[in-house]
């Protein structure tokens, strides 16, 4: 148990080895934690949230040891995901009494997971819960990132407990957020954002609108991965607001996959246009890059450009999968443009061209294509483009 402030504990576990996450989906290079708080009141003590089951023994045992399981007088659940529940039932199955305090939609998502009547109290925003001396206050947050999401708020300690909300994948020694790499951390705060929250943006300026308007005293945010935010922990909560609108920085992404060199060079020949305006240019191979890492750096740019060789009149395995993530962020004031090259057929460029626009990307020109390898005067023109490109995007700033 390790003291963040009077009568708050983290119980959590430190995932130091964890490398994917949400299966195989998204990369986690800095491991993660599964944070869990314990509330002591003077009259009740609770736990909010609990771990990922494989670790659900370690953490049972460490609550038993430190603590006992009979001193907890409640559970708070603010997220079914199994991240957090999944040491629910090896808890329960101790403690069958104990209250489960969730959403509706939280108990739904729970029964349907374990299949298990459990004591629920299900609440809603504004309900509360008298620890003595510390009073929970509850605050749905449907889709941040799940419809059973709830927030706590700890009146008398001027808490914020926001499960997954302004998280990050990073497994630390100590706690707190100012006591880290600031480099690291903002990488891994972003990189959640982008593949996590970015889905659900107008729900984070919705729910960041509404907190404001509580007008709630908040001393340190608690989410449920990462590092705790102590010092300005507002600051995350402005970021957030940031990220959800059309955010974007002075960067253009070429994601792009290659076969022969064809399609790189024509990536290539963009990017040195691109680089004539002084905009930075960052150029990826979709089929040897993480796409974690991928589409952080598209939701971090203004524009995007995607490429591929036309492979038996469709687009490469790698580009394929990448779209359909790039799909997924409900992107925002981004501008766009496909390229490629192929062998005769060449539908690649259009067919990129049209998962662009799926992916709300306003096309800016294109699509470029070329019958293998781009001639001088093609790469002229790609140059080019790439220049008036980023001058686009400078100019709309
Ligand atoms: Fe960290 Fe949505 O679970």
């Known amino acids: 148990m390790i003291e963040l402030k009077k009568d708050l504990y983290w119980v959590g576990i430190k995932d130091w080895e964890l490398k994917k996450f949400h299966g195989d989906e998204f990369s986690t290079p800095s491991g993660s934690s599964y944070n869990s708080y314990l509330v002591k009141g003077r009259e009740k003590t609770v736990l909010v949230d609990t771990c990922w089951g494989p670790f659900k023994e370690e953490f049972i045992h460490h609550l038993e040891t430190h603590l006992g399981l009979d001193k907890i007088d409640a559970l708070i659940c603010q997220h079914s995901e199994s991240d957090h529940s999944g040491a629910m039932t090896f808890l329960l199955e101790r403690r069958p009494d104990l209250p489960v305090y969730c959403t509706a939609k939280g108990k739904q998502m729970l029964m349907a997971q374990y299949h298990k009547e459990w004591n629920f109290v299900t609440v809603k925003t504004g309900d509360t819960l008298d620890l003595g001396g510390y009073m929970l206050q509850f605050v749905e947050a449907p889709m941040l990132h799940w419809p059973d999401t709830m927030f706590t708020y700890i009146q008398g300690m001027a808490v914020l407990l926001p499960n997954d909300a302004f998280g990050q994948h990073y497994a630390f020694g100590p706690m707190f957020a100012d006591e880290a790499d600031p480099c690291l951390l903002w990488k891994e705060a972003i990189t959640y954002y982008a593949n996590i929250v970015a889905p659900y943006a107008k729900m984070v300026r919705a729910k960041i609108d509404q907190l404001k308007k509580m007008n709630l005293p908040i001393e340190m945010i608690c989410p449920s991965h990462g590092l705790?935010?102590?010092?300005?922990?507002?600051?995350?909560?402005?970021?957030?607001?940031?990220?959800?609108?059309?955010?974007?920085?002075?960067?253009?992404?070429?994601?792009?996959?290659?076969?022969?060199?064809?399609?790189?060079?024509?990536?290539?020949?963009?990017?040195?246009?691109?680089?004539?305006?002084?905009?930075?240019?960052?150029?990826?191979?979709?089929?040897?890059?993480?796409?974690?890492?991928?589409?952080?750096?598209?939701?971090?740019?203004?524009?995007?450009?995607?490429?591929?060789?036309?492979?038996?009149?469709?687009?490469?395995?790698?580009?394929?999968?990448?779209?359909?993530?790039?799909?997924?962020?409900?992107?925002?004031?981004?501008?766009?443009?496909?390229?490629?090259?192929?062998?005769?057929?060449?539908?690649?460029?259009?067919?990129?061209?049209?998962?662009?626009?799926?992916?709300?990307?306003?096309?800016?020109?294109?699509?470029?294509?070329?019958?293998?390898?781009?001639?001088?005067?093609?790469?002229?023109?790609?140059?080019?483009?790439?220049?008036?490109?980023?001058?686009?995007?400078?100019?709309?700033?």
């Open 228 to 397: 705790i935010w102590r010092d300005d922990p507002m600051q995350i909560v402005e970021k957030y607001y940031e990220w959800a609108g059309p955010y974007k920085e002075n960067q253009v992404a070429i994601l792009y996959d290659t076969m022969w060199h064809e399609t790189k060079a024509m990536a290539e020949a963009l990017a040195r246009g691109i680089t004539r305006t002084g905009m930075v240019a960052k150029v990826i191979n979709a089929a040897k890059n993480d796409e974690t890492f991928m589409l952080t750096e598209a939701f971090r740019s203004a524009g995007i450009l995607v490429g591929s060789p036309t492979i038996n009149n469709g687009i490469s395995h790698a580009m394929a999968a990448l779209m359909e993530g790039l799909k997924h962020l409900k992107l925002q004031g981004k501008k766009g443009a496909a390229f490629g090259s192929c062998g005769w057929s060449g539908e690649a460029p259009a067919l990129l061209q049209k998962h662009l626009e799926e992916a709300n990307v306003e096309i800016a020109g294109g699509p470029f294509k070329a019958i293998h390898m781009p001639y001088e005067d093609q790469i002229a023109e790609l140059e080019n483009f790439g220049e008036a490109f980023a001058k686009g995007l400078i100019s709309a700033e």
